[in-house]
């Protein structure tokens, strides 16, 4: 290697793009073209830095397997960050196999934990946690031990395990500071920040209030009967009933919860699970249907009694009935929850994420654009979609500091 690819990795490596650039800006060698790409996606050319990429890895030749997988594993990170999901997983995997028999296991762990990022966009936990077991970090630089750590507090998260997420993200900060790479410290801090952010809100006796993360874990360790709003069940500590494939009777279940220990008129009961302005015969036969549909689902957790106007839900023992709902409530509030992390998403990334269709997802995003609530840049297949920016909001970073080429 050449004394000027070593030092624009060198350049690259302590998080400086454009120190690497001025070393390799005009040269069209395969290492060269990868070291260009790689300091272009820092620089958030991400369609400059993939086309470079590309050109690196034909460029290198077939004895040159390493190189040629390290190009594709930067390609997968750069289609990560940009919120292309749709990179090949194959690809990605056979690349990582490469690296790890060639005997180069930090861009083979590399690759591992962008797979890792990738299932938590899409909600794939279990998959996640499964890749996370197999990953010793023990010898990892300090740049990829950020890495890391943030997947470690990221799962935690969403397990609601607050705890486990603060240590890992105050190991994190550790290893951001031995890294010395500033955006990677600015991504433990934004991840850090969804641990003081509202969650969600608690709907209990007629009021409301926001939750952090932490209250949302102590809400479902506690004693209470929670009709959770944000993944559609009802459940205690120890027992959950999914009504997410029944929406009649988790509208019905959440209309009880929010008026507990009231009941709930047989009018009201109507609007909210059919949305009927009147209501007449067939509505009220059909609310005696689903009012015994939902009593024989919540049976091991509470009765649902009928009163003189309506029907009351009476929890098991004596603890309280809260409902969980989401800090935002609105139509395509999905939508704009995926878009809420300043990353450009494409639609078809958004598709992958929701599991909806495409064409579901084009409409929620136009009917957001109407209203100003998301904005687009680019054209056709290039065309990204985010919300608008927010004064002092830090966005999160996902490539660290590439490992050099040699």
Same mark, same amino acid.
């Given at each position: 290697?050449? #004394? $000027?690819?070593? =030092?624009? &990795?060198?350049?690259? +490596?302590? %998080? @400086?793009? !454009?120190? /690497?650039?001025?070393?390799?800006? *005009?040269?069209?060698?395969?290492?060269?073209?990868?070291?260009?790409?790689?300091?272009?996606?820092?620089?958030?050319?991400?369609?400059?830095?993939?086309?470079?990429?590309?050109?690196?890895?034909?460029?290198?030749?077939?004895?040159?397997?390493?190189?040629?997988?390290?190009?594709?594993?930067?390609?997968?990170?750069?289609?990560?960050?940009?919120?292309?999901?749709?990179?090949?997983?194959? #690809? $990605?995997?056979? =690349?990582? &196999?490469?690296?790890? +028999?060639? %005997? @180069?296991? !930090?861009? /083979?762990?590399?690759?591992?934990? *962008?797979?890792?990022?990738?299932?938590?966009?899409?909600?794939?936990?279990?998959?996640?946690?499964?890749?996370?077991?197999?990953?010793?970090?023990?010898?990892?630089?300090?740049?990829?031990?950020?890495?890391?750590?943030?997947?470690?507090?990221?799962?935690?998260?969403?397990?609601?395990?607050?705890?486990?997420?603060?240590?890992?993200?105050?190991?994190?900060?550790?290893?951001?500071?031995?890294?010395?790479?500033? =955006?990677? &410290?600015?991504?433990?801090?934004?991840?850090?920040? !969804?641990? /003081?952010?509202?969650?969600?809100? *608690?709907?209990?006796?007629?009021?409301?209030?926001?939750?952090?993360?932490?209250?949302?874990?102590?809400?479902?360790?506690?004693?209470?009967?929670?009709?959770?709003?944000?993944?559609?069940?009802?459940?205690?500590?120890?027992?959950?009933?999914?009504?997410?494939?029944?929406?009649?009777?988790?509208?019905?279940?959440?209309?009880?919860?929010?008026?507990?220990?009231?009941?709930?008129?047989?009018?009201?009961?109507? =609007?909210? &699970?059919?949305?009927?302005?009147?209501?007449?015969?067939?509505?009220?036969?059909?609310?005696?249907?689903?009012?015994?549909?939902?009593?024989?689902?919540?049976?091991?957790?509470?009765?649902?009694?009928?009163?003189?106007?309506?029907?009351?839900?009476?929890?098991?023992?004596?603890?309280?009935?809260?409902?969980?709902?989401?800090?935002?409530?609105?139509?395509?509030?999905?939508?704009?929850?995926?878009?809420?992390?300043?990353?450009?998403?494409?639609?078809?990334?958004?598709?992958?994420?929701?599991?909806?269709?495409?064409?579901?997802?084009?409409?929620?995003?136009?009917?957001?654009?109407?209203?100003?609530?998301?904005?687009?840049?680019?054209?056709?297949?290039?065309?990204?979609?985010?919300?608008?920016?927010?004064?002092?909001?830090?966005?999160?970073?996902?490539?660290?500091?590439?490992?050099?080429?040699?």
């Amino acid at each position: 290697m050449d #004394s $000027l690819i070593t =030092a624009a &990795a060198r350049a690259l +490596a302590a %998080g @400086d793009p !454009l120190g /690497a650039l001025k070393r390799v800006a *005009l040269r069209d060698d395969a290492p060269a073209l990868a070291l260009r790409g790689i300091a272009m996606a820092r620089l958030g050319d991400f369609t400059r830095a993939k086309e470079l990429l590309r050109r690196a890895g034909r460029a290198f030749g077939p004895r040159e397997a390493i190189a040629r997988s390290r190009c594709v594993v930067a390609e997968a990170e750069i289609a990560l960050v940009s919120r292309d999901l749709s990179f090949p997983s194959k #690809s $990605l995997a056979a =690349a990582r &196999a490469t690296l790890a +028999a060639r %005997g @180069d296991a !930090l861009n /083979a762990a590399h690759a591992g934990y *962008l797979e890792i990022r990738r299932l938590l966009l899409i909600g794939s936990l279990d998959a996640a946690e499964r890749m996370l077991d197999g990953l010793d970090p023990a010898p990892f630089p300090p740049a990829l031990r950020v890495g890391h750590e943030l997947v470690v507090a990221g799962i935690a998260m969403r397990r609601l395990r607050t705890q486990p997420a603060r240590e890992a993200l105050a190991r994190a900060r550790d290893a951001a500071r031995r890294a010395r790479i500033a =955006a990677l &410290a600015a991504e433990v801090e934004s991840t850090a920040h !969804l641990l /003081a952010t509202p969650a969600a809100r *608690l709907i209990a006796r007629g009021s409301e209030r926001p939750l952090l993360l932490e209250e949302v874990e102590a809400l479902m360790a506690s004693k209470a009967l929670v009709v959770d709003a944000c993944r559609y069940a009802v459940r205690d500590s120890r027992t959950t009933i999914s009504l997410n494939r029944r929406p009649v009777l988790f509208a019905l279940a959440r209309a009880l919860g929010e008026a507990w220990p009231q009941d709930v008129s047989r009018s009201l009961l109507i =609007a909210r &699970a059919f949305r009927g302005k009147h209501a007449d015969e067939s509505h009220r036969a059909r609310l005696r249907v689903e009012i015994g549909r939902l009593r024989r689902a919540l049976q091991p957790l509470a009765d649902l009694n009928a009163t003189p106007d309506g029907f009351v839900l009476e929890p098991h023992g004596r603890r309280e009935v809260t409902v969980l709902a989401l800090p935002v409530e609105e139509e395509h509030a999905a939508v704009l929850a995926f878009l809420a992390d300043g990353e450009a998403w494409s639609s078809s990334a958004l598709s992958v994420a929701l599991g909806a269709s495409q064409r579901t997802v084009q409409r929620a995003l136009d009917a957001l654009a109407a209203t100003g609530k998301v904005q687009s840049v680019g054209r056709a297949r290039a065309r990204r979609w985010m919300t608008p920016p927010v004064p002092g909001f830090t966005t999160t970073l996902l490539l660290p500091a590439p490992l050099p080429n040699g």
